[in-house]
């Protein structure tokens, strides 16, 4: 991939009664091949999920999504095409960025009760693009958490305090989501 390639990222993995809606930056190169959400191998996501929301671990990605939807989770990505090199967010050419209508889709989420910013850059490009659309209303209603990114780029953060840190979204999601991934915690 080059600069002068134009990304479109992923559509959303969304169900009508999402509760937490997971928002990346733009998906990596390896994600972008592959079409999956957090295709490299070396990203955290999937393990976050497995002790989130008892995601199972080594199911086939079509498995995975239907768990993380019976969950009450979303996915997508802020930013909807952009050009950058290669994988980083840093990378992402400013201003060639155009944003997925997620202020729209939130605003179709009757029962959604967060929004999960992976990673800094996906908080940027949400209090950029996206925040400045929703009404006093839905902020009210959605706690928007902006949390440590699962990119194998943020290798600082082991795995225990990157899925402590995600555990604040626990009292968001329902409580069946909650209580089977407690459940096989403790097993």
Do not use: K
């Not at 009292?171 to 403790?186: E, I, K, T, Y």
């Amino acid at each position: 991939m080059s600069v002068d390639d134009l990304l479109t990222g992923l559509p959303p993995v969304v169900a009508p009664d999402c509760r937490v809606l997971v928002l990346g930056s733009m998906p990596g190169a390896a994600s972008l091949q592959a079409a999956r959400y957090y295709a490299h191998p070396r990203n955290r996501f999937w393990p976050v999920m497995v002790a989130l929301a008892d995601v199972p671990a080594h199911a086939p990605y079509e498995a995975r999504l239907a768990a993380l939807q019976r969950a009450g989770i979303g996915l997508w990505d802020v930013i909807g095409e952009c050009r950058r090199a290669g994988s980083l967010d840093s990378a992402i050419v400013r201003g060639s960025e155009r944003p997925n209508p997620v202020a729209a889709l939130v605003r179709g989420l009757d029962g959604l009760r967060g929004i999960a910013l992976n990673g800094g850059t996906a908080a940027s490009l949400f209090r950029r693009h996206v925040q400045p659309q929703l009404d006093d209303t839905l902020r009210e209603r959605v706690r928007i958490v902006a949390l440590p990114s699962t990119s194998p780029a943020h290798a600082a953060m082991d795995l225990a305090r990157l899925r402590d840190a995600w555990a604040v979204l626990r009292p968001l999601l329902p409580a069946s989501a909650v209580n089977g991934s407690r459940r096989r915690a403790q097993t």
